[in-house]
């Protein structure tokens, strides 16, 4: 298995190691934050890592586009394994997480819903609700708060932020190794 894959792997492992302490000790409870940061860092430095040893075990000259082929597969993976733990964490580990974020969703919502001058400013600002009873603005909202919070939802989302981040942090990496770190 290349280098790059493995740091790919170590590195999700990693990420998943630590997600599952914060959870485990209750630290960060009702937040994500600082997990979403972590993993931020982890994406970072498995495409730095992973570039870093594979340049250092080459023999002989690459190109840029290999390097950044070199990077994306140390990425993809950790990318990969990421947002499948992503999914199995908020649907089996914690799904409460979610069922807490949709009520308090409902409060929000509810309270905006009987506070006209808020009702109003929603109006303005959503074209469609201008012709809805209050009933419908808050049985929409409401509906659209359950399908966004969810599991699959949360992972979809997670692979195409992630893999976006990727390519930019491997075109970055590339670059600040091909000028600063390995100059020919």
């Not at 409460?96 to 109006?123: C, G, R, S, T, W």
Request: charged content about 20%.
């Amino acid at each position: 298995m290349r280098i790059t894959v493995k740091t790919g792997i170590i590195s999700a492992l990693c990420w998943i190691g630590i997600k599952m302490g914060i959870y485990y000790t209750g630290l960060f409870e009702r937040t994500i934050i600082p997990a979403v940061l972590l993993n931020i860092l982890g994406l970072l430095a498995c495409i730095s890592i992973g570039l870093y040893l594979q340049k250092r075990r080459d023999t002989e000259e690459t190109n840029t586009m290999i390097d950044l082929k070199n990077a994306m597969s140390a990425g993809v993976p950790y990318v990969l394994m990421v947002s499948i733990f992503i999914y199995f964490f908020y649907a089996k580990i914690n799904p409460e997480y979610y069922q807490h974020q949709i009520a308090e969703n409902e409060i929000a919502i509810e309270k905006m819903v009987n506070d006209p001058i808020a009702l109003e400013k929603f109006k303005s600002q959503q074209a469609d609700a201008e012709v809805m009873t209050k009933e419908q603005i808050e049985k929409k909202l409401k509906q659209s708060n359950k399908q966004g919070a969810s599991a699959g939802f949360t992972a979809t989302l997670s692979t195409l932020a992630l893999l976006i981040l990727a390519t930019l942090y491997s075109l970055l990496v590339t670059i600040i190794y091909r000028k600063i770190v390995f100059r020919s």
